[in-house]
């Protein structure tokens, strides 16, 4: 049997998202609010009915056109993630979110077997990053009904995992006013089953351990290589590379940045390992500031 298009079984599976209410329930948590801004906790339904979890952080002082644009942000690998503060104090409302079995989401759902990145990794339906790709855009969901964000001016800025969960995002979903993809993971997966370096090491060491289905398990990671994703990307892009980043190496991110059809830039930094980046922050703040308009 052919394999399933890639653009009919991302359709079918937002469809499946769809079939899901956007219910959700939001908690004043004063602990990590301030006087410029104040933080709730958040449960949210997502895709096949489990809950997943972030902080919603809303600036106190008035929107001066009436509503906020908002970030989304998302954990790396690691799952855990701080609410970035500096853009909530900037003008921006902030949703940090944890895509299940990551972060505070572990609460509510957590994976039986294996890690994020082979877990049912011979089944697309079922792969982990199906699930985490459409957490995301339900995300997306909750900030778009939110009475104080502008839905026209959302963006996204993450960095590792999340960077590559942005991009896929943005691919997935055109509500995106502009993407901040920093040192993303998820990229070139026939050039990332072959690094040692943790965390592709978890799907170099399954791939060798099931070698006889090594073409069965690259047919799956197709569907959610960003690599064969971005070509949809339609807002503005901004991304990053560490010359010595040996977790997401240049030639894993830069064929990827090369599909990209819409406006785009890419900072290269000859001596940054896998690490934040103060001068790729500045630049990342300005595309925010200039495509959200904050």
Known sequence: ????????????????????????????????????????????????????????????????????????????????????????????????LFPRAQGESSQEWQLDHGTKITYNLFNKDDYYYRYAYMDCIRGLDFLCCQPEVDSSRIGMWSRSQGGGLTLATASL?????????EE??????????????????????????NSDSTEDILNTLFYFDTLNLVQSIECPTLMNIGMKDETCPYNTIMPVFERIK???????????????????NAHAMNWLRRYLGA
Not at 31 to 60: A, C, D, K, M
Not at 173 to 181: E, F, G, I, M, N
Not at 184 to 209: G, Q, R, V
Not at 266 to 272: A, G, K, Q, T, V
Request: proline share 10%; hydrophobic share 35%.
């Open 262 to 280: 819409a406006v785009k830039a890419i900072h290269i930094y000859p001596e940054l390992p896998h690490s934040p980046c103060s001068d790729f």
């Open 184 to 209: 993303p993971f998820l990229c070139n997966y026939p050039e990332a089953i072959n690094i040692t370096s943790s965390p592709y090491k978890e799907l170099y060491d399954y791939i060798k351990f």
């Open 173 to 181: 979903d055109s509500r995106l006013s502009v993407a901040v993809a």
């Open 1 to 96: 049997m052919a394999p399933e298009n890639l653009l009919n079984f991302w359709n079918r599976t937002k469809h499946d998202l769809s079939q899901f209410d956007v219910s959700f329930t939001l908690e004043d948590v004063p602990e990590r609010s301030t006087r410029e801004y104040r933080t709730y906790q958040l449960v949210l339904n997502s895709f096949h009915g489990i809950q997943i979890r972030g902080w919603y952080s809303v600036p106190t002082d008035p929107p001066p056109n009436g509503r906020f644009p908002a970030v989304l942000a998302v954990p790396g690998y690691g799952g855990m993630k701080e609410i970035p503060t500096h853009l909530v104090v900037s003008g921006f409302v902030v949703l940090t």
